[in-house]
């Protein structure tokens, strides 16, 4: 399976994966609704101009637990390679609250 590597500039480094890169929240929503959520994503915070990757996971936890928490594998993991680094502590840290509240009720 593919992992989706989010960023408006930069292609990702690690070789050892099938990416799917995506460039801004709107091309990562589509990507989800087209194709499922990967299991692994690498995530860049700011997108350009007012785009931030939390636009997007605050729509994929929204479509997670529209859909019973079939769309995020409890296996998911991720990587923040955002030079930003309160963006860096806000992604993980969303992200960690989720994935643990899945955990806790079976979402």
């Given at each position: 399976m593919?992992?989706m590597?989010?960023?408006?500039i930069?292609?990702?480094?690690m ?5 799917a ?6 091309e ?9 959520m990967?299991?692994?994503a690498s995530f860049d915070?700011?997108?350009?101009g007012?785009?931030t990757?939390m636009v997007?996971?605050?729509?994929l936890i929204?479509?997670?637990?529209d ?5 995020i594998?409890?296996?998911?993991t991720?990587?923040?390679h955002?030079?930003?680094p309160v963006?860096?502590v ?10 643990n ?6 979402v």
């Amino acid at each position: 399976m593919k992992s989706m590597y989010l960023d408006d500039i930069r292609n990702p480094k690690m070789t050892n994966k099938d990416w799917a890169v995506v460039r801004s929240s709107a091309e990562a929503i589509d990507y989800v609704t087209t194709h499922g959520m990967t299991d692994y994503a690498s995530f860049d915070h700011d997108l350009g101009g007012d785009d931030t990757t939390m636009v997007f996971l605050r729509w994929l936890i929204d479509y997670d637990m529209d859909n019973g928490g079939s769309i995020i594998s409890p296996d998911f993991t991720w990587n923040v390679h955002s030079s930003n680094p309160v963006g860096e502590v806000n992604i993980d840290g969303l992200l960690n609250s989720y994935m643990n509240t899945k955990k806790l009720f079976d979402v």
